[in-house]
């Protein structure tokens, strides 16, 4: 193997792993509205799992409520069963129409959970960071053993060490967003 491909498969591996995290934290309620509270939702329609987004339109009229407008009013007990059933906290009111979900402002001591989520995500993410260059530095030994020029593979830790300091950054940043997300009230 050659270093750009070492370093390509690092920089892909690490730039996923950023990705993910940023998936992970949308999923954290900071106390306002977002329709991504709803992304692990499923309604059964007709025999099938199905998002709640593809049964019903979902908006959000102000910072903290949610509204949920189903195309079929047929729909509206279901979507009610499975907010319920998948634990995101919140209840559902509904006037016959649509659905209307509360955000209840969080405490302090919620917002402080959710800090540590946050950080804990972030260390799954930088461990994550880490095994990818451990993996590009073994790749380095390996093809030094197989005959690259040790300078060249001395060079290519070093850009792997460089990435991943570079992703770090990324994930600090993501991080320190959400964070003040969370606490701001």
Do not use: C
């Not at 990705?19 to 709803?38: P, W």
């Not at 007709?46 to 903290?64: E, H, K, L």
């Not at 949610?66 to 998948?86: G, H």
């Amino acid at each position: 193997m050659d270093t750009k491909t070492i370093i390509n498969e690092a920089t892909n591996r690490m730039q996923r792993t950023v990705d993910h995290l940023d998936e992970e934290l949308l999923n954290i309620r900071a106390g306002k509205a977002t329709t991504n509270v709803l992304n692990s939702v499923f309604v059964d329609y007709y025999g099938s799992q199905t998002p709640v987004s593809g049964v019903a339109s979902v908006t959000v009229p102000d910072a903290r409520t949610i509204l949920i407008q189903p195309w079929d009013k047929n729909m509206i007990r279901p979507i009610e069963k499975a907010i319920i059933d998948s634990n995101i906290g919140l209840t559902p009111s509904n006037n016959g129409e649509h659905i209307r979900l509360t955000i209840p402002p969080l405490t302090e001591e919620r917002r402080k959970d959710l800090v540590k989520q946050v950080k804990s995500a972030g260390e799954n993410a930088r461990i994550s960071l880490r095994n990818a260059r451990r993996d590009a530095v073994e790749a380095f030994k390996k093809a030094q053993k197989d005959g690259m020029p040790e300078d060249e593979a001395k060079d290519g830790e070093t850009q792997a060490q460089k990435l991943l300091e570079k992703f770090s950054k990324k994930i600090d940043t993501l991080m320190e967003a959400k964070e003040k997300d969370i606490m701001t009230v």
